[in-house]
């Protein structure tokens, strides 16, 4: 069985940077496409970012040039920083782990595992 912790979240003001970051056990998952997901109160779950296997990444229009993600296979973890954060950014942030894609997806549906999640609020 494998788990994904997140932690890293917390309450900051816009315009300031948060790194989130995403520790897998039980099992490598160097092979797998690993992403970022958020959810605002309301809202579906959204695509934030993802990375494949060997690091190539694809982000969700609204944070390209703000967030960037890099995974360490070694450390076997995912990061997630976050810079000139937005009020817009608040939710609550999941990793999430795909057995069945090396290249990285936009679609929740692809990942099988998840986190439990980390608040990142941002005040205006």
């Known amino acids: 069985q494998v788990h994904l912790v997140e932690s890293g979240g917390g309450y900051v003001q816009a315009g300031h940077s948060l790194r989130l970051s995403c520790a897998a056990s039980?099992?490598?998952?160097?092979?797998?496409?690993l992403g970022w997901f958020r959810q605002a109160p309301g809202q579906e779950r959204n695509f934030v970012a993802g990375?494949?296997?060997?690091?190539?990444?694809i982000y969700e229009d609204s944070v390209k040039g703000r967030f960037t993600i890099v995974r360490d296979n070694a450390k076997n973890t995912v990061e997630l920083q976050m810079n000139s954060l937005k009020p817009g950014d608040t939710a609550v942030y999941y990793c999430?782990?795909?057995?069945?894609?090396?290249?990285?997806?936009?679609?929740?549906?692809?990942?099988?595992?998840w986190g439990q999640g980390t608040q990142v609020t941002v005040s205006s």
């Open positions: 990375v494949s296997w060997n690091g190539h990444t």
């Open positions: 999430a782990g795909a057995t069945s894609f090396s290249a990285p997806s936009s679609d929740w549906r692809n990942y099988a595992y």
């Open positions: 039980g099992r490598a998952v160097e092979s797998w496409a």
